[in-house]
């Protein structure tokens, strides 16, 4: 089977290729990781690995990427969420039409149906919401990010219907505990108020303690993933977007995580610095889901949110807290 990731120098899509490249049940014989920024190839490759730049807003280049056919397409490719609304031009060249000249590559290949995996997001949601959002909820974005997101739903919807691609869109949640540096998303401190004093350094905190989020750890999001590549999509259905499974938790709550993992003070190197643009943001996301549909479909959330801390300790700390 030949697997190509497009967003493979992420975060999600390097630990992806890492996960597949390391797992011989997979059954991955070519592995091609493409990114606007050149990834790296997984160590210790039991499959053959290509690397490569692509720009998803380079049509011509998308359609030499998908040239070779590979079996499975991931599409993580994306403009994170503050910076597709703080550059709306940037957020529609990547997010949306990127999108679609991915999926006109394909479509201009005769005979070529793969297995297209997308990731959308819970941002396709917007307030105001019921306590607990059912599958059946109606996409109503407040950023460009979700609304790019929400398109690109359609568009998947649509070229499924009509047989150029096996294609599943699956809605993430927000990624916690995000390792590495910091990125340009709006979600950014729900990571980095646990990431930051789990290594004695200081975090900012923009919002109130009393904001509710819905989580998903790496760990999770990857299951996510291989999951998405191996079903059975007779079973979704018509409906090929689906709200994956997570964890609710207020920010106090991932406080609380956080002092019982490790102690008063980490809690301690928090600062709160209230600003308004991300409270603004923050408050149109969603907080809770009842995710049936996939959770019935076999994929499988964290069992809590302590356990989503645990993971990060486990995966990037190698069970070490502290500077």
Not at 65 to 91: N, Q, T, W, Y
Request: glycine share 10%; proline share 7%; with cysteine.
């Amino acid at each position: 089977m030949h697997v190509l990731i497009i967003g493979a120098a992420g975060m999600l899509g390097a630990r992806l290729a890492a996960s597949l490249a390391g797992d011989a049940a997979a059954g991955v014989e070519r592995l091609t990781l493409l990114d606007v920024v050149p990834p790296k190839a997984p160590e210790a490759a039991g499959c053959a690995v290509e690397t490569a730049r692509l720009d998803l807003g380079d049509a011509a280049a998308v359609a030499a990427a998908v040239a070779a056919r590979p079996d499975v397409i991931f599409h993580l490719a994306a403009i994170v969420s503050g910076e597709a609304e703080a550059d709306f031009e940037k957020g529609y060249r990547i997010n949306f039409d990127g999108t679609r000249n991915l999926f006109e590559a394909v479509r201009m290949l005769p005979g070529y149906t793969p297995r297209l995996v997308f990731t959308s997001s819970i941002a396709v949601f917007g307030a105001p919401f019921p306590d607990t959002i059912p599958d059946e909820y109606h996409p109503t974005p407040l950023t460009s990010y979700g609304t790019q997101k929400a398109m690109a739903e359609l568009l998947l919807s649509d070229h499924s219907r009509r047989g150029v691609f096996d294609g599943i869109g699956i809605r993430l949640p927000t990624i916690c505990v995000r390792p590495g540096a910091p990125n340009k998303a709006a979600s950014g401190f729900f990571s980095s108020i646990l990431r930051e004093p789990l290594v004695g350094r200081e975090a900012v905190l923009p919002v109130e303690e009393s904001v509710r989020h819905w989580h998903a750890s790496p760990r999770a999001a990857v299951g996510f993933l291989r999951h998405a590549m191996t079903l059975d999509l007779e079973r979704v259905g018509q409906r090929r977007n689906l709200t994956m499974p997570g964890v609710s938790a207020t920010v106090g709550e991932q406080i609380e995580a956080l002092r019982r993992v490790a102690g008063d003070g980490a809690v301690a190197l928090i600062r709160r610095a209230p600003d308004p643009v991300i409270a603004r943001i923050v408050a149109g996301w969603p907080a809770r889901f009842d995710a049936r549909r996939a959770i019935a479909l076999g994929f499988a959330a964290d069992a809590s949110f302590d356990a989503i801390v645990a993971a990060h300790v486990e995966d990037e700390l190698g069970g070490r807290i502290g500077a």
